[in-house]
């Protein structure tokens, strides 16, 4: 079974760091592009960041560039999402998800979505 | 920076047709494949159309989606509505000037 469990969310002061993680199974992940997308409670959707397979090509939400990283280990099939400088803005749920085509490295759109991990930005 | 306008919301009755429309902003909404997304209140969101027209196995062929150059528009169309079928639906497509993806911002389909 194709599976994203995203982790590492929670409560965290304005200007402070976290990292997410998203750990895949149930496919071969070196051959796909991952993305992180984020809602905010009640809002629509938000497209954060986009990976490469070998993580030649990156993008990213002028809304984060600057402040977040995106990065995967393909041994370990985890794809990450370093947030810093966080702000109330940033406060939402984080999806991870899967490309829905192979053996490229464009931006297409997600096929598998993880349930989310919750960033709560405030003092 | 390239935008993807979906009406608030629409609703209709069971057994009826609706469309669900998504505007491009600049260039050719056909340039890009474009995909659209249910989400029921508390899950993660579904595909429902990719590469404009095609339907994931599993989705109902209820649900079709096309392009209309004239308009710079794509569209959801699902019939014989169902009470099911009622949740938030987004489109989704690639900006080649900010060479990421953006989403509309999501219609409320409401079953009546």
């Known amino acids: 079974e194709v599976q994203l469990v995203e982790s590492g969310g929670g409560l965290v002061q304005p200007g402070r760091s976290l990292r997410l993680s998203c750990t895949a199974s149930g496919f071969t992940f070196d051959d796909y592009v991952m993305y992180w997308v984020r809602q905010v409670p009640g809002k629509g959707l938000e497209w954060v960041s986009g990976?490469?397979?070998?993580?030649?090509?990156?993008g990213y939400a002028d809304s984060v560039k600057g402040r977040f990283t995106i990065s995967r280990d393909n041994a370990k099939k985890i794809l990450y999402l370093q947030m810093n400088s966080l702000s109330g803005e940033d406060t939402a749920l984080y999806y991870c998800?899967?490309?829905?085509?192979?053996?490229?490295?464009?931006?297409?759109?997600?096929?598998?979505w993880g349930q989310g991990t919750t960033v709560t930005v405030s003092s | 920076n390239f935008m993807l306008t979906q009406p608030h919301s629409v609703s209709e009755f069971p057994g009826k047709t609706v469309t669900i429309s998504c505007t491009g902003s600049?260039?050719?909404?056909?340039?890009?494949?474009v995909q659209w997304y249910q989400q029921r209140p508390g899950s993660a969101p579904t595909v429902v159309i990719y590469d404009d027209t095609h339907r994931p196995s599993g989705v109902p062929n209820r649900f079709s989606g096309s392009i209309d150059s004239s308009s710079n528009s794509a569209s959801l169309t699902i019939s014989g509505l169902r009470t099911e079928d009622e949740a938030d639906y987004y489109c989704?497509?690639?900006?080649?000037?900010?060479?990421?993806?953006?989403f509309g911002g999501g219609t409320k389909l409401t079953v009546l």
């Open positions: 600049s260039g050719s909404i056909a340039s890009n494949y």
């Open positions: 989704q497509s690639y900006d080649d000037v900010n060479h990421g993806l953006v």
């Open positions: 998800a899967k490309d829905m085509k192979g053996g490229s490295a464009s931006y297409y759109g997600m096929d598998v």
């Open positions: 990976i490469s397979p070998k993580s030649g090509s990156i």
